[in-house]
């Protein structure tokens, strides 16, 4: 019997924030003028290009003086500006520099950008050759090129920064349905939790299996059976549908891909390939004949060389400031309770391997005894325990716990190579005890310090949320991701964000 759905509200991008007046002012231009402020901004930064070229050239003189003979004004390079914009314009088209494409990076919009414009300069050169004669500066020309991939460089940047901000806020997302809660869905959920930045609000998931259609995944909702399908999109806005269901439900797809069709709603196909990401498969070639093939996960070889030089240059550079401060630390909580300075505890690591992890003390000596006295007040989801005004902190405890200056004494497991400064956080043996399946994945690399969870939104996470985030990183490792967390990991100490 098909369930009715109340039409509540959509669920909200992970670490979403009450609106502020750059958000509400956002909301409110209308997504179609993007596209032509884009045109706009990039045609005025074009020009500003073509007359900072001029102001090197014949101004500054770079490089190579200007004979006075051949000194020109700017009106006599007015032409050539505006047919450097038209030139731009086109090649810029042609070149795929406004093709939408989420996952497309700065680097990447860089690249294609200066390809588009070397050949939009050449041809404005050899118009000049034709047309021109000699009299003009081909130099400036070569200055022009760099101007412009300059500038909108700086451009894309800022644009791929605010648009990020705002779609992790809930502006200018599209608000997606998920079909199917296995393993794909549940990869899918998390590159969807992991990048808020690629603008997909998921408002919940349907599948056939009973446990699944009626757990939700953290934040993300249980729409219910695949007979809900149809009126979840007469109820919710739904602007795409992502289908995860494996290869033997062709008839069911060809049916959701109807009602998608009628409904008015874009459908999208998540080929139920081995249940493999990107990164976990190789396509290779035998003379015209696809080969799909396995291939290690990220952190294995050099990759993991890679991370354990990161690992050991942090400790040595965070060595410097760790052990001035743990002195401090030590003495404030000699003076402040009585017990051990440093607290050991049994945590499981890589490949579900127990090690013991160091940590200050920041609750009272009897702390693992009480826990079942505040049981009632645990706020965590899943299997872990956290209270946000737990009473068994010390006075100094809070201040620690809150800036997370009592997990310095972790730099010795990352030295003895039991944790990496950056991966999932280790549970205690009891916590991953009770793991579901798909919750042993994070197992799979080194636990951390600090991670992916810990910077989109710490404590304030369910564990669902934190499992998916803690997989994708896994999955998608790479040393750019580890000094993206790294730097901001500082900001997120520092304002204690989530932290408890």
Not at 224 to 240: H, I, K, M, R, S
Request: proline content about 5%; hydrophobic content about 50%; glycine content about 8%.
């Amino acid at each position: 019997m098909t369930t009715i759905l109340k039409p509540l509200k959509p669920t909200q991008t992970m670490g979403a924030k009450p609106d502020n007046w750059l958000i509400s002012l956002a909301r409110r231009v209308n997504p179609a003028w993007w596209p032509l402020l884009l045109y706009l901004s990039d045609l005025l930064l074009i020009g500003l290009a073509f007359l900072l070229s001029y102001w090197v050239r014949y101004q500054l003189q770079w490089f190579r003086a200007v004979d006075p003979a051949f000194q020109t004004d700017f009106a006599t390079y007015l032409p050539f500006s505006f047919a450097l914009i038209a030139i731009l314009f086109f090649s810029f088209n042609f070149s795929g520099v406004y093709r939408r494409r989420r996952d497309r990076g700065w680097l990447e919009e860089v690249y294609t950008i200066a390809a588009a414009t070397t050949l939009g300069v050449v041809t404005l050169i050899i118009l000049n050759l034709i047309f021109g004669g000699l009299s003009y500066s081909r130099l400036l020309f070569l200055y022009a090129a760099v101007f412009v991939t300059l500038l909108l460089g700086v451009s894309r940047a800022i644009i791929i920064l605010a648009r990020g901000y705002l779609r992790a806020r809930g502006v200018a997302v599209q608000r997606v349905v998920l079909v199917g809660a296995g393993d794909v869905g549940r990869m899918v959920m998390r590159n969807i939790a992991a990048r808020p930045s690629l603008g997909y609000q998921l408002i919940g998931f349907l599948d056939d299996n009973p446990v699944k259609s009626s757990t939700d995944i953290g934040r993300f909702k249980a729409l219910g059976p695949l007979e809900n399908f149809e009126q979840t999109l007469a109820v919710y806005p739904v602007d795409e549908v992502i289908i995860c269901l494996p290869w033997q439900s062709h008839r069911t797809v060809a049916r959701l891909l109807n009602q998608c069709e009628m409904a008015g709603v874009r459908a999208h196909i998540v080929p139920d390939l081995f249940q493999l990401t990107k990164n976990q498969m190789r396509v290779e070639d035998l003379n015209g004949v696809p080969l799909i093939s396995t291939r290690e996960v990220s952190i294995a070889g050099w990759n993991l060389i890679f991370k354990r030089v990161l690992d050991l240059a942090i400790v040595t550079v965070g060595s410097l400031f760790a052990l001035p401060a743990g002195l401090l630390i030590a003495f404030a909580i000699r003076l402040d309770s009585p017990g051990p300075i440093i607290y050991s505890q049994m945590r499981v690591g890589k490949n579900g391997k127990p090690f013991a992890i160091y940590k200050f003390r920041s609750m009272v000596l009897d702390a693992d005894e009480r826990r079942e006295e505040i049981a009632a007040l645990n706020e965590a989801t899943g299997p872990l325990f956290k209270v946000r005004d737990d009473p068994r902190r010390t006075r100094i405890g809070r201040f620690l716990r809150r800036f997370s200056l009592d997990e310095l004494p972790q730099l010795i497991n990352v030295l003895r190579g039991e944790m990496s400064f950056i991966g999932p956080r280790p549970n205690l043996p009891e916590e991953v005890a009770q793991y579901k399946e798909w919750h042993r994945k994070r197992l799979s690399v080194s636990p951390g310090m600090t991670g992916l969870w810990q910077v989109s939104g710490r404590s304030d996470l369910t564990f669902d949320e934190m499992v998916l985030l803690d997989i994708y990183y896994a999955e998608n490792w790479s040393l750019g991701m580890d000094l993206g967390i790294l730097l901001m990991t500082g900001p997120r100490v520092l304002f204690a964000k989530g932290a408890y």
